[in-house]
């Protein structure tokens, strides 16, 4: 009780005497849940016995401070004493006809004036069916109050100014850097309204929470004569709505007869009109626990102040020089340190979620990175693998290759060794020892040795080149060992080894030597079935050069004297 103005104190001892005595801290409870209103005060406590639910506030805190008093309540001190059924039944004529009024004054657009001796102008009636809301129902309900009061939102307002100053449209300086927002409409030249929210009651009180900021919620109702001029000297107070404005405070604001606003109404326990209420968060009540725990605790959406009743004359609850001065001297004084250290923390939050952000994105960077290190080491030591397993099999193969192919030209060699040792046995022809007709062929051999020969006129190059491919048969091969039959088919004659030769395919590569005849220097190719009478310049004999197209072992010529030139004279014989 010491802490209690006297107005408090006064309502304290009234609603005492209703109650017929009680509990004062109860009684002080129930008068500031309803904003000292004795009448309410006692309404709760005669339906409920006890003070009202906290339901009723949802998440809602109430932290009113003391109001002054007002002719609102003095009248509420007036009329306490009566029964509110009484009160009811008293006014009901009164509402009645106040409407059939208030319809006409509506249908004529004649602003309703208002009369501070009627005592029903806090009268409200049974709970209307309230229309649904929607996004759509607020733009027109902002849409209504503008052409209501002839003016536009703040914002829009503002816009529209800067968009004609730059266009110039509007005649003003030609300043270009634009006035500010208090500049321009401090002169009244243009009426304004606080930017509404267009959401629900619910999102912005979430908004209202998570920014951090100062709501203010606007409850109107048509069926009260103090909203009209309410609209009109508050709501377009230019220097009331500069204030929100510069302060960032959101506003919501609607009509009861929508749902939403009906419950925001049933919420904060408005029951006169216009009603005006701030809220913002504000440390939780943990009661009489340590500091340290209700620093701890978290902050709670907290109605500050709520404000109700006719907004005339200039002191009247909701007139904008009231608001304005509670805002100035309570409100934000209060509660913008707590705010501000709010938003100070969600800064800090923000800040932290971005360096872990940043952190976070960094270190999958650096991972990524890390990974792509390895996976390209892990394909290059990939294509190193199998670039050496291709390399290997490749030698592999080159390898086989290389002995398959040894392994053919020994087969080759063997197969061509068979065939001369059956040429020494079957083709080469013993030496012609008639002089008269015989063909001396002197053969000289890259070793320097030097065979002599008489040859047949009738003898072939096939014979010819068989003589000279025998010499160099290697020595170890003795003649007893040769074969009488030719390694394929059974024909011993020359055709046999000419058929071998042209399925060798290269003449060059059989023989592997070739015949050249000394002077005049020329190359006596071999061909099937030519004689030897036939070839210009060795009709009559010759000396022939053997030139060896590869390595050729041969036998030992010992036994051949390299001086004789191959020719023998008469006295010889």
């Keep these: ?104 004054f509506n249908v004529l657009r004649i602003p309703l004036p208002y009369l501070r001796f009627l005592p029903f102008n806090s009268y409200r009636p049974l709970r209307p069916q309230p229309r649904p809301s929607t996004r759509n129902g607020k733009e027109r309900w902002i849409r ?27 005649p003003g300086p030609s300043s270009a850097t634009l006035r500010t927002t208090t500049s321009q409409f401090a002169d009244g030249s243009r009426r304004v309204l606080p930017d509404f929210a267009l959401g629900t009651y619910e999102e912005t009180l979430r908004l209202v929470q998570r920014e951090a900021k100062i709501g203010c919620v606007v409850l109107l109702s048509e069926e009260h004569d103090d909203v009209a001029e309410f609209k009109r000297s508050t709501l377009t107070n230019s220097n009331f709505v500069q204030y929100l404005y510069r302060n960032n405070i959101i506003v919501w604001g609607g009509d009861t007869r929508d749902a939403d606003a009906w419950n925001a109404s049933e919420k904060l326990q408005a029951t006169t009109y216009p009603f005006v209420a701030f809220v913002a968060l504000q440390p939780r009540r943990v009661g009489s626990g340590s500091a340290s725990n209700r620093s701890q605790a978290p902050p709670v959406l907290t109605v500050l102040s709520r404000h109700q009743g006719p907004s005339i004359p200039a002191g009247g609850p909701t007139s904008a020089q009231t608001l304005l001065d509670h805002l100035e001297r309570q409100v934000m004084p ?86 001369r040792l059956w040429a020494r046995r079957a083709l080469v022809a013993p030496e012609a020892l008639d002089n008269r007709g015989a063909i001396r062929m002197a053969v000289r051999f890259p070793n320097g040795a030097r065979v002599m020969r008489r040859f047949s006129p009738d003898t072939t190059l096939t014979g010819l080149y068989a003589f000279v491919d025998v010499q160099l048969i290697p020595s170890n091969l003795l003649p007893k060992d040769d074969p009488v039959n030719p390694p394929t088919g059974q024909v011993v004659t020359e055709a046999a080894i000419e058929n071998q030769i042209s399925s060798w395919g290269n003449t060059d590569s059989w023989w592997g030597f070739k015949l050249v005849l000394a002077y005049p220097r020329k190359e006596i190719s071999w061909q099937s079935g030519v004689r030897l ?22 036998q030992s010529t010992e036994n051949h004297e390299d001086e004789e030139d191959g020719y023998d004279t008469e006295d010889s014989e």
């Design 144 to 170: 209504e109050l503008e052409e209501e009061t002839g003016a536009t939102c703040i914002s829009r307002s503002r816009n529209n100014h800067s968009q004609s100053l730059a266009t110039g449209t509007e």
């Design 1 to 104: 009780m010491d802490t209690l103005t006297d107005y408090q104190r006064g309502c304290v001892t009234q609603l005492r005497d209703l109650t017929a005595g009680g509990d004062d801290d109860v009684s002080i409870d129930v008068l500031r849940s309803v904003n000292w209103d004795v009448q309410r005060a006692a309404d709760l406590i005669f339906s409920s016995s006890g003070p009202p639910k906290s339901g009723a506030f949802e998440r809602f805190e109430v932290d009113d401070g003391p109001a002054p008093p007002s002719h609102r309540h003095q009248r509420h001190r007036t009329w306490a004493m009566i029964p509110r059924p009484l009160w009811n039944v008293i006014v009901f004529p009164l509402q009645l006809l106040s409407n059939i009024c208030r319809f006409i």
């Design 334 to 419: 209060r509660v913008t340190p707590f705010l501000e250290r709010i938003r100070q923390q969600q800064r800090e939050r923000e800040r932290d979620r971005q360096l872990r952000e940043e952190q976070d994105r960094a270190f999958q960077d650096a991972a990524r990175r890390d990974k792509e290190r390895i996976e390209a080491r892990i394909a290059e030591e990939r294509e190193e693998r199998e670039a050496r397993v291709r390399a290997d099999e490749e030698a592999r193969a080159e390898k086989e290759r290389l002995v398959q192919q040894r392994n053919g030209v020994l087969r080759r060699e063997a197969q061509r060794m068979e065939w």
């Design 533 to 554: 009478a036939q070839i210009d310049g060795l009709q009559e004999g010759g000396q022939l050069v053997v030139e060896l197209l590869g390595k050729v072992q041969t």
